[in-house]
C-alpha cells in the first residue's frame, strides 16, 4: 500500500528496520535539544504529515529499548492519527525514569504502525448472548 507522506523534517523518510517490522521509528525533528526531567512530557515534533487512505489509521507507539533502558514512553499509547488529519505529527514523550533525559535531533522516539479498522455502527438491544467469562476482567482468572 502506498501512503502520501509529505516530510518537512531534516531526516530520511521513516522505514521499517527489517523485513519483518511491524513499525517504522520516527524521528525527533528538532532545531535544539529537548529535555525532560522526571514525569515530564513534552510535543516532540517529527516534521511529517501524511494522507492515510480511509478505513486506516497510523498508531504512534513506545520504542522497547527506550522505554527499557531510559524509562522514556508514549504517554498516550497508542496514539492515533486520523485518516483526515493533516497536520504535523507529534509525539507526547514522557520520561518515567529519575533521571533527566535529553531527547537529540534526529533520535528516534517511537514506533508508527499503519493499522486497518472498521466503522461500525450501533444495534441497540435489551440484553447481550451469555458467554463463559461473562463479565470478568481485570485478573478474574487467578494466576497460574
Not at 46 to 52: N, R, S
Not at 105 to 112: A, F, L, N, S
Amino acid at each position: 500500500m502506498k501512503v502520501k507522506i509529505l516530510n518537512k523534517s531534516k531526516h530520511d523518510l521513516p522505514k521499517y528496520s527489517t523485513s519483518l517490522s511491524a513499525g517504522m521509528d520516527l524521528r525527533a525533528n528538532l532545531d535544539e535539544s529537548v529535555k525532560l526531567t522526571p514525569l515530564e512530557r513534552k510535543l516532540i515534533p517529527t516534521g511529517l504529515f501524511i494522507e492515510l487512505p480511509e478505513g486506516y489509521e497510523a498508531q504512534i507507539r513506545p520504542r522497547s529499548g527506550l522505554a527499557l533502558k531510559k524509562g522514556i514512553t508514549v504517554l498516550n499509547t497508542p496514539g492515533t492519527v486520523d485518516a483526515d488529519y493533516r497536520g504535523e505529527i507529534g509525539v507526547i514523550l514522557v520520561n518515567l525514569s529519575n533521571e533527566e533525559f535529553v531527547v537529540e535531533d534526529g533520535e528516534r522516539i517511537c514506533q508508527m504502525i499503519i493499522s486497518r479498522h472498521e466503522i461500525i455502527s450501533w444495534e441497540e438491544v435489551e440484553i447481550l448472548n451469555t458467554t463463559e467469562r461473562g463479565a470478568g476482567g481485570f485478573g478474574h482468572t487467578g494466576k497460574k
